[in-house]
């Protein structure tokens, strides 16, 4: 029974809904507490892990586990050899978590943690990448982000600006 018909018959207390309430659990809300138009009734609805993002995120905890196990590698084996790439690289493992776990929450929180991390991966590897550049000596061994991640096919330059990308595309359509 819906509502216009439960009004009609005078049982109106007695009938279900099938709308819920605006910012209910479950509910993609605007700022204004209003539904989204679109998302109504998506139950733990992920922009930023929808669609296309879900490859983002995937892409981005492989770079988390790559990156993070080879720093641990190269510190506990041969940190004497090249101490500050091998730190940069840990860094950038750390910010790959960071950006993946920002990725893959709804809240506004975790868009925040995404957004702050892919920043700060962009100006690493753009601040890495043209010191790795320049002086070649700073870096005796290769980290994630020497050479604008030419060891991983150029993807630690592409991947932050893809991810700013798809964060604000997301934060428009959720709005």
């Not at 009734?41 to 080879?70: N, W």
């Not at 929180?109 to 590897?125: I, N, Q």
């Amino acid at each position: 029974m819906t509502t216009e018909a439960a009004t009609e018959t005078g049982t109106a207390s007695e009938a279900p809904t099938a709308e819920a309430e605006p910012g209910a659990p479950g509910e993609a809300s605007t700022s204004g507490g209003a539904v989204a138009p679109g998302r109504a009734g998506a139950p733990g609805a992920r922009p930023t892990a929808s669609g296309p993002g879900r490859l983002l995120v995937a892409v981005y905890a492989v770079f988390a586990v790559a990156a993070t196990s080879r720093a641990f590698v190269q510190i506990v084996t041969k940190f004497h050899e090249a101490p500050v790439a091998y730190l940069l690289s840990a860094v950038a493992g750390v910010v790959y978590i960071l950006a993946t776990v920002g990725l893959t929450r709804s809240s506004a929180a975790g868009r925040r943690l995404a957004v702050v991390a892919c920043s700060a991966e962009l100006v690493g590897v753009l601040t890495v990448g043209t010191l790795s550049v320049v002086d070649g000596d700073l870096f005796p061994d290769e980290a994630v982000w020497s050479v604008y991640g030419q060891g991983y096919f150029f993807l630690p330059v592409l991947l932050p600006a893809i991810g700013l990308w798809w964060l604000r595309r997301t934060a428009r359509l959720a709005a």
